[in-house]
């Protein structure tokens, strides 16, 4: 097959396209920067020579927007809303417009459009969409019109002949230097690793290897559109997920942090804590139901072999 994957040389990218490839698709990413021999420069704005790429490919996955590991300054978060906006519809246009389209079109979403709870899994069909939610800061509901901006202008894209998917993800583990993963490892081998802010809110994640099988999955079933959550099935809280990620390098002991503590740590790494603190309690319902099975369900198993291929590259 075709595949063509605008926004697909970030962390997530490169584990689909490194996948996809392996598998002997023939994998085109659209970039702003293009990095690779092969890479076709868009501006994830507007149409150009880029969309002849989008013509007669089987399938689109577009990964592209402004990364989320920043300052959620006004100034920022207009830019991850308008980066994603622009080029969900840019790319709803280039469909519209090819004389052959692709047969379905994978968009990338976020499970931060859920709200933040502690009393209940989110699925797709029961799961609370967020932004009203008592005690959580105001800005993290900006969060969350971006997640229904980025999934509504997919659903009202004019392109009736291409099936349309929302990958409603959570935080894509990869042994990859860089990702989510490396940077929570780097925290728990300084000892830094403990609870934050007591630890209760819950982490959900997937293993790289059943993201690219979710996506593979969801290419091949015919009979699912709309939104599909991309999460393991066992969200934990975070004192419980940085225990396990703890025991999987061998670190005994994380010094716990405050509140203030990790506003502290976020503003010195110019990130924000609500990727720490809002409690993400996602499941993927339709998966599940259409039998899809993960390979890394629990994370306890999953930490033990991110971290046994992180040491494989020469690390610890």
């Not at 790429?53 to 996955?61: A, C, K, L, M």
């Not at 969409?129 to 999934?151: H, Q």
Request: proline fraction near 6%; hydrophobic fraction near 45%.
């Amino acid at each position: 097959m075709k595949i063509v994957i605008p926004g697909g040389t970030g962390q997530v990218g490169t584990v689909l396209k490194r996948a996809l490839s392996a598998a002997g698709h023939d994998v085109v990413v659209l970039s702003r920067r293009p990095r690779q021999q092969g890479d076709v420069h868009w501006d994830g704005a507007t149409l150009g020579p880029w969309a002849g790429e989008i013509d007669g490919s089987d399938v689109v996955v577009n990964l592209a927007g402004r990364s989320v590991n920043c300052r959620y300054t006004p100034a920022n978060l207009r830019e991850m809303m308008d980066s994603r906006v622009h080029s969900a519809r840019v790319v709803g246009e280039a469909i519209a417009a090819a004389a052959r389209p692709p047969r379905v079109w994978l968009q990338m979403s976020t499970a931060t459009v859920y709200a933040h709870r502690f009393d209940a899994p989110n699925d797709e069909a029961t799961g609370v969409i967020g932004g009203t939610e008592p005690g959580a800061p105001g800005y993290w509901a900006y969060s969350v019109d971006i997640a229904k901006a980025w999934e509504r202008e997919q659903g009202t894209a004019g392109t009736p002949h291409t099936r349309k998917v929302a990958l409603r993800a959570a935080m894509v583990m990869s042994p990859d230097r860089g990702g989510v993963f490396d940077v929570l490892l780097r925290l728990a081998r300084l000892g830094l690793g403990g609870p934050v802010a007591g630890g209760a809110q819950y982490v959900s994640w997937i293993h790289e290897q059943d993201f690219v099988r979710a996506v593979e999955f969801l290419v091949a079933r015919d009979d699912i559109a709309g939104p599909v959550n991309l999460a393991a099935p066992a969200p934990l809280p975070h004192r419980d997920f940085m225990r396990a990620l703890r025991t999987a390098w061998g670190v005994p002991v994380g010094l716990p942090a405050t509140r203030l503590m990790a506003e502290a740590g976020a503003f010195v790494l110019r990130s924000d804590t609500e990727l720490l603190l809002k409690s993400r309690r996602v499941v993927p319902g339709r998966l599940l139901d259409a039998g899809f099975t993960f390979g890394h369900p629990d994370w306890a198993a999953a930490a033990d072999d991110l971290v046994r291929r992180f040491r494989s590259r020469g690390v610890g």
